[in-house]
Each structure stands twice: as structure tokens, then as C-alpha cells.
């Protein structure tokens, strides 16, 4: 019986012990941070380096699909064309599972505070390790 009662503090302490971040996740939520600071800055060239600078990255929003880096950039310059129109964005993470070792599926809410109203909604975010860096390649927002 005290053979049990050690074990089972042992197994308590060693997953109390705290949560030690893989890199890669780490990497990505990096990736959220800046793109929330870039946006806060009005800053959108930067806001989507985030993504994967290619024709095949894929957006899906209420207005449908648009498929391609510079597609992707042009929709939220045109959607969102003023300091007034951006706000401040606030990104909360729901969930971040790893796929496989080299995709990761994220599920998160936005919060934009504007003069113009407020906007808030959810999104999910396929991510994929593409040339040792981890990039968006699907958003679908709402």
C-alpha cells in the first residue's frame, strides 16, 4: 500500500510539474502575437506574413474562397481600408492540436474593438511546416 501511495505522488508531482511548450507551438503562437501587433499597427503587409506566400493558400470568409497569397492581402486591404475599419484586434486560442509533425489545426476567437462596431467571431487555421517555418496554408473565419 505505501508502494501505491509513493508512486502515485511521484506520478502527481512529475504532471504538476508544469507544462514545458514545444518549440513548435511556441513558433506558432508567435505567429498569432505578431500578426495581432501587426494589425494593431495598421500594419497589413506584415499582418500576413503569417500565411504561405503561395497561390494555393486558401481563405474562406462570409463573402467565399480567395485563394492566393496577394488575393488574401488585397481582400483585407479592401475590407479593411482605414484605421477605423481595422480597430484593435484581440486573438483568443481555443485549441492547438498537433496533426502530425508537420501540421498543426488551430481554433480561436477575434475580437475587434472599432469605432465603427465592434466585430468578434471564430476561425480555424491549418498550419504546415513549409521549408522549417510554420505557415498558414487555410483560414476560414467567420
Known amino acids: 500500500m ?26 506558432i503562437l508567435k505567429i498569432m502575437d505578431d500578426q495581432v501587433r501587426y494589425w494593431n499597427k495598421g500594419d497589413l503587409d506584415n499582418f500576413v506574413k503569417g500565411y504561405w506566400n503561395s497561390d494555393s493558400v486558401m481563405f474562406v ?5 480567395v485563394y492566393g497569397y496577394n488575393n488574401t492581402l488585397e481582400r483585407y486591404k479592401k475590407s479593411y481600408s482605414s484605421a477605423e475599419q481595422m480597430g484593435q484586434l484581440r486573438f483568443t486560442i481555443l485549441h492547438l492540436k498537433k496533426l502530425s509533425p508537420e501540421y498543426y489545426f488551430l481554433t480561436g476567437r477575434f475580437d475587434l474593438k472599432r469605432a465603427v462596431g465592434d466585430l468578434s467571431g471564430y476561425f480555424t487555421l491549418l498550419f504546415q511546416k513549409i521549408n522549417g517555418e510554420w505557415k498558414i496554408i487555410s483560414d476560414h473565419s467567420s
Do not use: T
Open 61 to 65: 470568409g462570409s463573402k467565399g474562397i
Open 2 to 27: 505505501k508502494r501505491i501511495a509513493l508512486l502515485l505522488f511521484i506520478s502527481i508531482g512529475i504532471c504538476s510539474s508544469g507544462y514545458a511548450q514545444p518549440p513548435d507551438e511556441k513558433s
